[in-house]
């Protein structure tokens, strides 16, 4: 998305006409500084949260509640659905086999 700033200027001459042109130099020049910095700023979390193995996980909008029981929305779903991985997940390419999840092994009886 782009933004765009548009001045004019009617009638504006003498000093009145520099300190307008100054204050508006100075907030383009300070809001190009401010947005240098988050991007510096957010480089070095990435970095971190690489050099760490964090998983950062941008689910759009705050959730409500992390509560599984008042799961409402998206946000909550793609956060809890991280929180509780099941022991075991469906296996992709045949339903009816398992594979582990968060579980290392288990025991079975036969059916």
């Known amino acids: 998305m782009e933004h765009c700033v548009v001045l004019t200027v009617f009638a504006v001459r003498g000093a009145k006409a520099w300190a307008i042109i100054t204050i508006l130099i100075l907030a383009v020049v ?7 910095a988050r991007a510096s700023s957010l480089r070095t979390t990435l970095a971190h ?7 950062l996980l941008h689910v759009g909008t705050e959730p409500s509640s992390l509560d599984p029981h008042q799961n409402r929305g998206i946000p909550e779903s793609k956060i809890l659905s991280c929180i509780f991985e099941g022991l075991v997940v469906p296996d992709p390419s045949d339903s009816a086999k ?12 036969p059916i």
């Open 98 to 109: 398992q594979l582990p999840g968060v579980a290392e092994s288990w025991d079975g009886m």
């Open 49 to 55: 949260a690489n050099a760490k193995k964090v998983l």
């Open 30 to 36: 300070g809001l190009g500084w401010w947005l240098a």
